[in-house]
């Protein structure tokens, strides 16, 4: 009876509780009116180059629901910007890599991505070119007749070839017209449907790049390979079932609704991506901030975070504008995927990205003082990150993935600093944080020597592991220990310009290295972090080094302090010539304690245990608490420091700006005798207090 | 008498169990503080980010975590042995009220009922293990937020049942070895209900003292030890007036002044 009363009461107690705790779902504001222009101002924008504007589109698709299936008619106009004809063009069909267990993404993969599988036949989806042709140009506006072209798959089929009728001259454009037919698979790897939840991406051929050479840049969909493509406009009009909201990249331009279809009509520019999203139970969101229009689109169960991810959304923006240049667009388009779609989520495309929901702690969660950084609002973050590092800055993500990944992951973590500070932290419990540095440290515990920064996207095999704590993680950790070296304000400054630079093109590695270089200088003196310890004049930093071992080496940084000796002082007893030549005195060594001892002095020995070479910056607390500082190159294995009186404890990288090294415990040594060495106490403690507690459970 | 002045005229016990308490867990984190020390070996941590100096302590040396698993599992095997072992005498002392029983004859009824509490004991934890398999598959369908709190419940519950039972035993009005005995703990929880929803108050309150020691030690950084085991000290005294109200019921009047 008691026990039911109990259980009752305590039952009424817990769902008041999560009713309580259910945060509620905010009203919709008004709708902020869509832009009439794809992009800013020019004085916004900046300068566009010519030779950036690639391919102009025009795609009318339509979605039938319920055979999962987009009938898609394109038409494109792609100009050779290159410095030879071209009579062949390479396309990629992304979606094929869903077509069938031995594409080469799903050989990789084995039908799962990110912790979601593909699960049944549904999964299945694919891009059929029904008709590819090329229309003449008559000159004077005027349109010829159409000249089927030749195509074929290549061996995977995530690749096609167009063989066409006449070379394209340097200079000189061709109209193609395409129809295809895209199968959407049940979402698991970013694309595809779930229920009646659409994200429709790389969902129409796309051709590769042309380099200026002549040499097509086309790659094999793979696990890791993500994409690679050229800018241009797009005006695509989307023909869906009337009750469908949906989000598309660009501004949208036109609706016509028509018994229960409807025709959205989108555009976008400067962009070399077009995807969308199309659900009938979604909610919309907007704001605007900085002349952006905000647009969120979510299913009432997750919409109680919207504000944390606007939030997120105005702190990137006001953080990278600033750093990399003006967002160049009217508008970003945020979609959140239902939890039966969470394979969509965490992916970005130009104006438009989806987002991953905020963690809500649960009762104990909550207890424990948990509080967090790394679920939705990292997420929206990172992603939007994206429309620079990849968006603007096209870089090839096939070839170098580590240049928008990996450089975008960084930006992220200048976000944060900006919004709440130096390395910030990213999980709390209670009094305990872990900071985006430990993050970026523990993401080194297995992985660190495994694979090297810049390598292409296949070089990272699923079977090894390690991808994005090397492209995305340690990136970051290479870049915020170069930023902490050179100083915050010259690196910043550097990047900037690369930003600035390489807007609306396609940067390689070797391109950022060089800014960087050019930037910075070859080398840089560094400097400690003391404000009273003056720099170190002969310790610097050659950047090119820094950046070949940091990129292109498993070499990882770890330092320690080998030995700290405090002893006394040798004096002058004992027998020595005199100007004579006479050997004089003989007296016997002084005591310590004696009066007249030459006192201590102390020997520190430092050790460069990993292959790293980089300048270290050594704190030294003497016996009377008097502190100093200063750089140690790190060239030699080790290095000797020797002291006229007792030394206390030395600290290696006392201000933590090696982000490189994870092995930290070592950098710390305290002179022999007792000393509590920080980390036996506490968890000692902890240990102690849960036995106790056990104790008491199971007792009376 | 009350059963607070019961348990307040115990207080030497009360004392002695917590100290035995403590001395238990300190013996089981000496083994963590130890082996911490020695890996640390003349080096201090360099900064104050305890939970990355525990992530890459315990990734380089990850028989930590065993270790710690063992300690933690250790105390709840001795705790549950030792208190089987020292409840009869426990539930003597508390009857017998003040002044305290000569220790010959407290010895000796110990030693007439030690094997009726173990047995009791014993199927109360097969009633528990039924309950949790039982349980588990109710819970599992529910939200976490709701199945946690009917998992408490249940846990008071049985914690009541077996003060019941020993109680019972002690007092001689039945035998342990009885699959019965154990049932009737869990019947007195209907039949006295007052009785019952007093004692479920003062286990949760031993819970609430000690869960809340552990959040506020582990929120800060292992920081409020001394806050744990006045906790801890709390808490045992409240298990103990627990058991001197579960034995007021069946308590033969006061040999001492009331």
Not at chain 1, 677 to 693: F, H, I, K, M, T
Request: proline share 5%.
């Amino acid at each position: 009876m008691i026990a039911a009363r109990l259980v009752v009461a305590s039952t009424l107690g817990s769902a008041t509780l999560a009713i309580a705790c259910s945060p509620p779902i905010p009203t919709p504001p008004p709708v902020v009116a869509e832009p009439t222009a794809a992009l800013r101002p020019p004085d916004v924008v900046g300068p566009i180059p010519v030779a950036s504007r690639v391919l102009d589109w025009s795609i009318q698709a339509r979605l039938d629901e319920a055979a999962h299936r987009i009938d898609g008619h394109a038409r494109v106009r792609w100009r050779n910007t290159s410095r030879v004809a071209v009579t062949r063009m390479p396309f990629h069909l992304y979606m094929n890599a869903f077509r069938a267990e031995d594409t080469a993404w799903m050989r990789e993969s084995r039908g799962s991505h990110r912790g979601h599988e593909a699960r049944d036949r549904g999964a299945w989806g694919y891009i059929d070119v029904t008709k590819l042709a090329r229309r003449r140009d008559l000159g004077a506006g005027r349109e010829g007749d159409v000249v089927a072209l030749a195509w074929h798959e290549a061996e995977d089929p995530s690749l096609m070839e167009v063989v066409l009728d006449e070379p394209v001259a340097p200079g000189a454009s061709i109209d193609l017209e395409i129809d295809f037919v895209t199968k959407l698979p049940e979402v698991f790897a970013r694309t595809g449907r779930a229920e009646r939840f659409h994200m429709v991406a790389q969902w129409y051929p796309k051709p590769g790049v042309l380099h200026d050479d002549g040499t097509w840049r086309a790659h094999v969909f793979t696990y890791h390979s993500e994409f690679y493509a050229d800018f241009g406009d797009y005006e695509v009009e989307l023909d869906v079932p009337g009750d469908m909201l949906v989000g598309a990249t660009g501004i949208q331009t036109d609706v016509v609704e028509d018994a229960d279809r409807k025709r959205v009509t989108y555009r976008a520019e400067m962009v070399h991506d077009f995807a969308w999203a199309a659900d009938p139970g979604f909610l919309e969101y907007t704001a605007q901030h900085d002349g952006i229009k905000i647009r969120q689109l979510v299913l009432p169960e997750l919409a109680a975070t919207m504000g944390a991810h606007e939030q997120a959304q105005i702190a990137a923006l006001d953080s990278m504008q600033p750093r990399f240049g003006s967002y160049p667009w009217t508008t970003i388009t945020i979609i959140h995927p239902p939890e039966s779609a969470g394979g969509a989520g965490g992916m970005e495309y130009p104006t438009l990205f989806t987002t991953s929901p905020v963690y809500q702690p649960g009762v104990p969660a909550r207890i424990i003082g948990l509080r967090e950084r790394v679920s939705g609002v990292f997420t929206t973050v990172h992603e939007f990150g994206h429309q620079y590092f990849q968006g603007i800055l096209a870089s090839d993500e096939h070839a170098q993935p580590w240049v928008d990944e990996g450089m975008n992951t960084f930006s992220n973590a200048l976000v944060l600093e900006d919004r709440h500070g130096a390395d910030a932290w990213l999980v709390r419990v209670g009094d305990l944080s872990l900071h985006t540095s430990d993050f970026v440290r523990m993401s080194q515990f297995d992985t660190a020597s495994l694979q090297i920064i810049d390598g292409d996207a296949d070089a990272f095999s699923p079977v090894i592991g390690g991808y994005g704590s090397t492209v995305y993680r340690k990136t970051v950790g290479v870049m915020m220990t170069l930023r902490n070296l050179v100083g915050a304000a010259a690196f910043d400054a550097a990047l900037r310009d690369y930003a600035i630079a390489w807007r609306f093109r396609h940067p390689t590695g070797a391109e950022l290295e060089a800014a960087l270089r050019d930037g910075l200088g070859d080398t840089v003196v560094v400097a400690t972090s003391s404000a009273t310890d003056a720099a170190t004049a002969d310790v610097k930093l050659d950047v090119a080094e820094f950046l070949e071992q940091g990129l292109r080496t498993t070499r990882i940084i770890d330092f320690r302090v080998h030995s700290i000796v405090n002893r006394r002082a040798q004096g002058h007893a004992g027998w020595h010539r005199n100007e004579a030549g006479v050997l004089v005195g003989g007296d016997p060594p002084l005591a310590e304690d004696a009066e007249g001892a030459p006192g201590s002095e102390a020997v520190v020995v430092l050790h460069r245990a990993g292959d790293f070479v980089v300048p270290v910056e050594v704190e030294i607390v003497f016996d009377d608490d008097t502190v100093t500082h200063r750089m140690w190159s790190g060239r030699q294995r080790t290095q000797t420091l020797q002291f006229d009186r007792s030394v206390a404890r030395v600290r290696l990288d006392p201000a933590g700006h090696l982000w490189l090294e994870h092995r930290r415990l070592d950098n710390h040594r305290v002179a022999p005798g007792a000393y509590d060495d920080g980390l036996s106490q506490p968890v000692g403690d902890v240990v102690e207090g849960a036995a106790l507690a056990v104790l008491v459970g199971v007792g009376p | 008498m009350n059963a607070l002045r019961r348990a307040s005229a115990a207080w030497r016990w009360v004392l002695c169990i917590w100290l035995g308490e403590v001395v238990i867990a300190t013996f089981g984190a000496y083994g963590i503080r130890s082996h911490i020390a020695t890996a640390m070996d003349g080096l201090a941590m360099p900064d104050d980010r305890l939970l990355y100096a525990v992530a890459e302590h315990t990734h380089a040396h990850p028989e930590l975590v065993v270790a710690m698993v063992v300690t933690l599992a250790t105390s709840a095997l001795l705790g549950f042995v030792v208190w089987i072992v020292l409840a009869p005498l426990v539930l003597l002392r508390l009857r017998a009220g003040a002044p305290a029983p000569a220790v010959a004859s407290l010895g000796s009824a110990w030693l007439g009922s030690i094997g009726g509490i173990i047995a009791t004991s014993a199927w109360h934890l097969g009633l528990r293990v039924a309950l949790v398999l039982g349980l588990a598959a109710v819970l599992g369908t529910l939200p976490p937020s709701i199945a946690v709190w009917i998992a408490f419940a249940v846990v008071l519950a049985a914690t009541c049942a077996l003060d019941f039972s020993r109680v019972a035993v002690v007092t001689g009005t039945a035998r342990g070895g009885s699959p019965r005995t154990a049932l009737d703990g869990f019947a007195a929880l209907g039949r006295q209900p007052r009785r019952a929803a007093a004692m479920a108050g003062l286990a949760a309150g031993q819970w609430l003292l000690v869960v809340g020691g552990l959040v506020l030690l582990v929120r800060t950084g292992g920081e409020s030890l001394a806050l744990m085991r006045a906790c801890a000290a709390a808490a045992t005294f409240l298990g103990v007036f627990r058991l001197a109200v579960a034995i007021d019921a069946d308590a033969p009047p006061s040999r001492g002044p009331a």
